[in-house]
């Protein structure tokens, strides 16, 4: 709901989840959660879910604490949706489980199209994904959907990817071009309705597809501005002000 912001930090040489409330500058380490990358709030926003390591599982942690409960072995880069629905990426492929953990479902396997980054759409009925990063550079990697009900596959955008849909009946994603972008769409057809539009010329993406950007479910959003190296990074600059 916007309220809190969660992050990865590195502190001596391991990586830790680190909370804020959005109206504080003070954060506290989420206990627990050594290894932890690609963090998000349950909708209710009562737990951090994250990936520990390199697609070894997805797990959850208390916002106010507690310890950490695997949700999905193997598994990463996931999104918890509404119905305590998560859908992640083992692989190439999509499986969707219930946030309580249990046994996942296949969504989407494919010899020749990879998926990442998936995120199921509000009701349900679509999973938004980017397709073709790696290798292939960012700037080929695609934005699909796949239509559950109706079993097939079709593309959203021609070059985006970590697609994400926002209040405005938008779809918002990265750009290899380091911007953030937005198209909109029909959710009720699952359809595009219109051409694309940069929202932010300055977006850090990274040539494996991670956007550094999150969007709250009230539409507040947080992102990382580009740096002057074209693959995504950061830069840190020594600035002098007078203290009068």
Do not use: C, M, N, W
């Given at each position: 709901d916007g309220r809190a912001i969660v992050a990865g930090h590195i502190e001596t040489g391991s990586n830790s989840l680190y909370l804020r409330p959005a109206d504080d500058t003070e954060w506290r380490v989420v206990a627990n959660t050594n290894g932890a990358t690609n963090p998000g709030f349950s909708p209710d926003g009562q737990w951090i879910y994250y990936d520990r390591g390199a697609g070894a599982g997805i797990y959850k942690v208390p916002i106010s604490g507690g310890p950490a409960l695997p949700v999905a072995m193997p598994g990463g880069r996931a999104h918890w949706a509404e119905n305590d629905t998560i859908?992640?990426?083992?692989?190439?492929?999509?499986?969707?489980?219930?946030?309580?953990?249990?046994?996942?479902?296949?969504?989407?396997?494919?010899?020749?199209?990879?998926?990442?980054?998936?995120?199921?759409?509000?009701?349900?009925?679509?999973?938004?994904?980017?397709?073709?990063?790696?290798?292939?550079?960012?700037l080929n990697s695609r934005i699909l959907l796949l239509d559950i009900e109706a079993d097939e596959v079709r593309e959203v955008v021609p070059s985006g990817t970590q697609p994400r849909y926002v209040i405005t009946g938008h779809i918002i994603y990265g750009h290899g071009d380091q911007a953030l972008m937005a198209v909109p769409f029909d959710l009720r057809n699952l359809q595009v309705t219109g051409t694309p539009v940069t929202l932010l010329p300055s977006l850090t993406v990274y040539a494996e597809g991670s956007s550094q950007f999150a969007v709250s479910e009230t539409g507040t959003l947080i992102y990382d501005a580009a740096s002057d190296n074209e693959a995504g990074g950061s830069t840190t600059t020594l600035v002098e002000v007078d203290l009068e």
């Open positions: 859908v992640y990426q083992f692989g190439t492929e999509i499986y969707r489980v219930a946030a309580a953990g249990g046994d996942p479902e296949l969504l989407f396997s494919s010899d020749s199209i990879p998926a990442s980054r998936p995120y199921l759409l509000p009701g349900g009925k679509g999973v938004l994904f980017g397709s073709g990063t790696g290798g292939a550079g960012v």
